[in-house]
Nanobody
Framework: VPLQACWGGLVPPGGSLKLSCAASGLAFRRYAVAWFRQVPGNEREFVAAFPRGSDRELYGDSVKGRFTISRDNTINTVYLQMNGLKPEDTAVYFC???????????????????WGLGTLVTVSS
């Protein structure tokens, strides 16, 4: 299922940025949808997710309290609002989806079967 992540960019420390991820032919409500990020040489890191059929929000420890995941099911789009950005948030951000993943596996990037291409977020002055 095609996923398109958009709206990365350069942001100063302490700034904010909102990423979006749109899907075609995909009812987000029936899928688990997530954001991951990756720095070259490192494994993909879990950022945030909605489980399948749930509005419960899950966050990685490094972003809890600063990032917010949200979605608009009418346009099959998921967002990631990032506030209080730090240089260590610099990474390529990916959205992902799966119609089979269970709750205990949401933080495992290898369990997702649909991925966006990624968008670069750079936090620097």
């Amino acid at each position: 299922v095609p996923l398109q992540a958009c709206w990365g960019g350069l942001v100063p420390p302490g700034g904010s940025l909102k990423l979006s991820c749109a899907a075609s032919g995909l009812a987000f409500r029936r899928y688990a949808v997530a954001w991951f990020r990756q720095v070259p040489g490192n494994e993909r890191e879990f950022v945030a997710a909605f489980p399948r059929g749930s509005d419960r929000e899950l966050y990685g420890d490094s972003v809890k309290g600063r990032f917010t995941i949200s979605r608009d099911n009418t346009i099959n789009t998921v967002y990631l609002q990032m506030n209080g950005l730090k240089p260590e948030d610099t990474a390529v951000y990916f959205c992902a989806a799966s119609d089979r993943i269970i709750l205990s596996s949401l933080r495992n990037w290898s369990m997702y079967n649909s991925w966006g291409l990624g968008t670069l977020v750079t936090v620097s002055s």
